[in-house]
């Protein structure tokens, strides 16, 4: 089964070349153009991925992290901030509001499908590790 990545992005020619490069690298891909519509979607959707931009209306992309972090269906959920803010002070903000990794615009498209293959590996095998070690606890309080 296809990936599924959710691309938040206000500018629609942006939004149009991150769905494009990974739709042709064969991921799912679905599309929310503001904070809010991304939380939504989240919650619906629960994609694999989440590739946000921080500069969007209604609510910025380290306020999505935040909510994304705070709430257990979500904070799994790997986020990778696609922006233009390319400042050190920046990158801090979305590390600390929970992103997973931090991509500068303008961005190359190989390097961005590098990056989701290793977000997405690494989300599969913290599940497994987190799958095993759920296992081990209830065999364990079972016995």
Known sequence: MRKKILVVEDEPDQLEVVRFTLKNAGYAIGTAT???EALKKAQTVSPDLII??????????FAVCETL??????AHIPVLLLTGLCSH????????????DYVVKPFDAEELVLKVEK???????????????KS???AASSK
Do not use: F
């Open 89 to 100: 002070i920046s990158r801090l903000v979305g590390y600390e509001s929970g992103c997973t």
């Open 69 to 74: 972090r705070g709430n257990p269906a979500t």
């Open 136 to 138: 081990k606890t209830v």
């Open 119 to 133: 977000l997405l590996s690494q989300a599969a095998e913290a599940s497994k590790t987190t799958g095993k070690s």
């Open 34 to 36: 503001n904070g809010i």
């Open 52 to 61: 946000m931009d921080v500069m969007m209306p209604e609510l910025d992309g």
